[in-house]
């Protein structure tokens, strides 16, 4: 699945892969796409009894997703809207009430582990992908998208 390319470059991809709830499941993975020069960006984990759900953002979607399919590892893809967060606190708060304001939903988010231009940056899956990026771009926010963070 290529992803779509809005204003400024392609939406970040992020992976969901389930692992099994086992020491060292992660880690395996993780080593897995670094011997293939792959960095993982960004992470979420969603655990339970048996399996772990791992979100990942990589630095390399295209090459993870055709290693996922090569190595038959199971996996969806979805777009996130990346946004850079000044201030922490007040910059999420506004930024949410920007979005809230629009009626668009935040399914669910979490920070990146990158740091750009030495802000926080927070990963966002929403209902319109185009129609928040939007909201926040004329808001004044800075959107950050896939080949910014794969350099």
């Not at 090459?63 to 910059?91: D, M, Q, R, W, Y």
Request: hydrophobic letters at 45%.
């Amino acid at each position: 699945m290529e992803a779509k390319t809005i204003d400024h470059g392609p939406a970040v991809r992020q992976f969901s892969v389930m692992l099994p709830n086992r020491v060292g499941a992660l880690a395996a993975l993780v080593k897995m796409l670094r011997t293939h020069a792959i960095e993982v960006l960004g992470l979420s984990m969603q655990d339970a009894r048996d399996a772990t759900i791992a979100r990942i953002v990589v630095s390399d979607p295209e090459t993870t997703g055709h290693l996922f399919l090569e190595k038959g590892i199971p996996h969806t893809s979805c777009e996130l809207l990346v946004v850079e967060l000044k201030e922490a606190g007040s910059n999420l708060l506004q930024c949410l009430d920007h979005l809230m304001m629009a009626e668009t939903n935040v399914d669910f988010a979490y920070p990146l582990l990158s740091v750009y231009r030495g802000y926080s940056l927070l990963a966002m899956h929403v209902d319109d992908l185009e129609f928040a990026a939007s909201i926040l771009n004329s808001a004044g926010f800075t959107l950050v998208w896939q080949d910014t963070l794969s350099r």
